[in-house]
T-cell receptor, first 112, second 112 residues
């Protein structure tokens, strides 16, 4: 079974803090994604990576950056957390042969 | 920007009833996927439809892709409490990028 793990299920940070969200997949997938999920808005793409050290902005990249130094790990960075970044963050890894995205369990981030 | 609108946003029904969830856009997609997300978990892929007019069945769930590949529907026959969850549609852009567009979501509750 494909497994996507995220470093934390719940996280509470203060405004202005630097926040790192880690995602690891164990299936050697090239494509990985970071989404945020807010009620009534569905999932919105923040960044995605189609290979190591390759990244592309999604629909809402402002206030975020990413890092993909190794194939299995895709990190989302909030340089200076703000209250409007309080959300559920979902990481996904894509199997290109079946066009299937496998999601992690999510990190619920609260910024106070 | 491509958008996917889902309706209804919320649905609460009794066990045994039938229901249909709609996913609509003004844009054409190369394929469309349906996911189900349970509380505390990431979305899980149910099905992918690729051809306009295509119908796929998964036990009591029937998925249809519109002829023009702009819309889709999910029909559940004789709903069960285990069907409870958030249903999300996701469209793959015709441009060939990996920027999947997710719908706004339909939260279904099936009462025993």
């Amino acid at each position: 079974d494909v497994k996507v793990t995220q470093s934390s299920r719940y996280l509470v940070k203060r405004t202005g803090e630097k926040v790192f969200l880690e995602c690891v997949q164990d299936m050697d997938h090239e494509n990985m994604f970071w989404y945020r999920q807010d009620p009534g808005l569905g999932l919105r793409l923040i960044y995605f990576s189609y290979d190591v050290k390759m990244k592309e902005k999604g629909d809402i990249p402002e206030g975020y950056s990413v890092s993909r130094e190794k194939k299995e790990r895709f990190s989302l960075i909030l340089e200076s957390a703000s209250t409007n970044q309080t959300s559920m963050y979902l990481c996904a890894s894509r199997d290109s042969s079946t066009d299937t995205q496998y999601f992690g369990p999510g990190t619920r981030l609260t910024v106070l | 920007t491509q958008l996917l609108e889902q309706s209804p946003q919320f649905l609460s029904i009794q066990e045994g009833e039938n229901l249909t969830v709609y996913c609509n856009s003004s844009s054409v997609f190369s394929s469309l996927q349906w996911y189900r997300q349970e509380p505390g978990e990431g979305p899980v892929l149910l099905v992918t439809v690729v051809t306009g007019g295509e119908v796929k069945k998964l036990k009591r769930l029937t998925f249809q892709f519109g002829d023009a590949r702009k819309d889709s529907s999910l029909h559940i026959t004789a709903a069960q409490p285990g069907d409870t969850g958030l249903y999300l549609c996701a469209g793959a852009p015709t441009s060939g990028t990996y920027k999947y567009i997710f719908g706004t979501g339909t939260r279904l509750k099936v009462l025993a």
